[in-house]
C-alpha cells in the first residue's frame, strides 16, 4: 500500500497542470535530503546510476540487477516517490518486461524505457535509435510485465537530437497508441519543436535536458510538460566536495580544520538517528 501511494503521486503529478523540477538523485542519502527539502519527487537517472553504482560513464555497463538494488536501497530509506531510468530495458522486449518487475518489486514509482540503440553498436560513434516497432513492442511488453497498475510507465525517445522531430513525433504518437502513461523526449531544442510535440500528442510530456529557452515552468506547463529535468548537479557537488576534502587531508590538512562538513544535526537528522534512538528503546529496552 505504501509503495502504491507513492506511485499515485507520481500520477497526480502527471494528471495536474503544473510543471515540476525534480531532485536528482541516485542513493539513499541523496532521496534523504530530497524528501527532507520538501520536494515532491524524484529522479534516479542512468548516468548517476552508473556513477553511484560503477564510478563508470552512461555506455550500458550497469545490469539490472546492481540498477534494482540501488532502488530497493533507496525505496526502503525514504517515501519520497522517484522515477528510474531503466534505459533500454536491459535488452529485447522479453527483457523490458523483466526489467518492469524487478523495478517493480524495488520501489519504484514510475520508469523510462527508451528507443536508443544501446550497447552501442561496434564501429558506430553516432547515437542510433531502435526501428519504431521495436520500440512499440517494448513498451507493449512492459507494460504487460506490470502488476501493479498505479506503476508508471513512460516511453521515452531521443530521436529529436538523432534523427529528426518528426520522427519524434512520429514516435511519440506510436509509443502514445500503447497505452503508456507518459511521453519522455529528449534532445528537443527550441519551443518550436516542443509546440509541435504538444500538439501531436495528448499524454504528460517529461523533457530531459533542454536549452534555456525551454526553462520558463509556466510556459512547460502550458505546453503539457508535467516534469522537466534540471541535470545532475548534486551528485557533481558531491564528486567535488569528497575530492576537496580527501585532498586536504592528503596535503596535511588537520581534520579539524577541514570546511564544507555536515554538522553532526544534519548527519544525525539524514540518518534519523531520533527514530533508531526510539525504536532501540522500544525494541532493545535502551533509555533514549
Do not use: W
Not at 555497463?61 to 531503466?86: H, K, Y
Not at 538523432?162 to 513525433?169: C, G, M, W
Not at 564528486?239 to 576534502?245: G, H, K, L, P
Not at 592528503?250 to 577541514?258: D, F, I, Q, V, Y
Amino acid at each position: 500500500m505504501a509503495l502504491r501511494k507513492r506511485r499515485e503521486k507520481l500520477r497526480s503529478i502527471l494528471a495536474g497542470s503544473a510543471c515540476l523540477r525534480p531532485a536528482s538523485v541516485y542513493d539513499a542519502v541523496s532521496i534523504r535530503i530530497a524528501e527532507d527539502l520538501g520536494f515532491e519527487l524524484g529522479m534516479f537517472g542512468g548516468s548517476v546510476a552508473s556513477l553511484a553504482i560503477l564510478g563508470d560513464p552512461d555506455i550500458a555497463l550497469i545490469t539490472l540487477t546492481e540498477l534494482a538494488e540501488q532502488v530497493r536501497r533507496m525505496s526502503r530509506a525514504a517515501s519520497l516517490p522517484f522515477v528510474v531510468d531503466a534505459d533500454h530495458g536491459y535488452g529485447n522486449a522479453l527483457n523490458v518486461r523483466r526489467t518492469v518487475q524487478e523495478l517493480e518489486a524495488a520501489g519504484a514509482a514510475g520508469l523510462t524505457i527508451e528507443d536508443t540503440l544501446l550497447p552501442q553498436a561496434f564501429g558506430e560513434s553516432k547515437t542510433q535509435l531502435i526501428p519504431l516497432e521495436e520500440g512499440v513492442g517494448k513498451l507493449k511488453a512492459a507494460l504487460e510485465g506490470r502488476s501493479d497498475p498505479s506503476l508508471v510507465i513512460m516511453g521515452r525517445t531521443g530521436a529529436a537530437s538523432v534523427t529528426s522531430i518528426d520522427d519524434a513525433i512520429g514516435r511519440a504518437q506510436a509509443y502514445e497508441a500503447t497505452g503508456v502513461d507518459a511521453l519522455f523526449f529528449t534532445g528537443v531544442k527550441s519551443r518550436k519543436e516542443l509546440e509541435a510535440i504538444s500538439a501531436a500528442t495528448r499524454l504528460p510530456i517529461v523533457l530531459g535536458g533542454a536549452p534555456e529557452e525551454l526553462e520558463a515552468p509556466d510556459y512547460l506547463a502550458g505546453q503539457r510538460v508535467r516534469i522537466a529535468l534540471q541535470g545532475h548537479a548534486p551528485f557533481a557537488a558531491a564528486t567535488e566536495a569528497v575530492y576537496a576534502t580527501l585532498k586536504a587531508l592528503r596535503e596535511g590538512t588537520s581534520p579539524k580544520n577541514l570546511k564544507g562538513l555536515a554538522s553532526s544535526e544534519l548527519t544525525n537528522r539524514v540518518m534519523r538517528e531520533a527514530v533508531m534512538k526510539a525504536r532501540s528503546a522500544d525494541f532493545l529496552g535502551l533509555k533514549k
